[in-house]
């Protein structure tokens, strides 16, 4: 089955930890994202690359980070910097870019203690 | 700045009925808007895009159009069943955004067997 997986599905930080969210997908997609949701708010973005090797900043991107290595994958790393990581974390991605359709994998609740 | 809005939050219906949810955007100069609906605690599913230049879009028992003038989407769907209990969000992507998506806050929709 084609599609996007994320782990773990649920993720507990202690203050001053960094964290990794994982993100793959086998449908050989050019484009990824991650998105933050918060209850009663859009969703908005972190990071996204087009491409592998190289990658940009969303509009919150300060206290996370990534990296694109290889196509399929997309980590996401919670750092410390991050004030108030508490939140469900989406990957996404799309054939290209922006312009075309994106598929969601389940997501990860991170909850800080 | 492109603000997307969903009224209202939250709409519960009996089951059978035809309803319409709504999103409206501030800049008429999108490229797409998208809809999704996403499950408690899921990640999102594609629902319908609509391309700049088409009026609407159809799949099964959802039809979404677009307005660019007045700044306006619907997602109608035709009699509702307990399975489209869910959240709707719409999405749209034009230049004044950088060609990113902007997000509404979603509408929750119950349909009451």
């Known amino acids: 089955d084609g599609g996007i997986t994320q782990s773990p599905k649920y993720l507990f930080r202690k203050e001053g930890q960094n964290v990794t969210l994982s993100c793959e997908q086998n449908?050989?997609?050019?484009?990824m994202y991650w998105y933050r949701q918060d209850p009663g708010q859009g969703l908005r973005l972190i990071y996204y690359?087009?491409?592998?090797?190289?990658?940009q900043k969303g509009d919150i991107a300060e206290g996370y980070s990534v990296s694109r290595e290889k196509k399929e994958s997309f980590p996401l790393t919670v750092t410390s910097a991050q004030k108030n990581p508490t939140a469900f974390y989406l990957c996404?991605?799309?054939?290209?870019?922006?312009?075309?359709?994106?598929?969601f994998g389940p997501g990860t609740r991170l909850t800080v203690l | 700045k492109q603000e997307v809005t969903q009224i209202p939050a939250a709409l519960s219906v009996p089951e059978g009925e035809n309803l319409v949810l709504n999103c409206s955007f501030t800049?008429?100069?999108?490229?797409?808007l998208q809809w999704f609906r996403q499950d408690p605690g899921k990640g999102l599913t594609s629902l319908l895009l609509?391309?700049?230049s088409q009026r609407e879009q159809t799949s099964g028992r959802l039809n979404a159009s677009l307005d660019k003038s007045s700044g306006r989407s619907t997602l109608y769907i035709a009699a509702s069943q307990p399975g489209d209990s869910a959240t709707y969000l719409c999405?749209?992507?034009?230049?004044?955004?950088?060609?990113?998506?902007?997000w509404g806050a979603g509408t929750k929709l119950i349909i009451k067997p």
């Open positions: 996404a991605s799309s054939i290209e870019g922006w312009g075309d359709r994106q598929f």
């Open positions: 449908l050989n997609h050019d484009a």
């Open positions: 690359s087009q491409i592998v090797n190289d990658f």
């Open positions: 800049d008429s100069a999108i490229y797409n």
């Open positions: 609509i391309q700049s």
């Open positions: 999405a749209v992507i034009g230049r004044e955004s950088n060609y990113q998506l902007i």
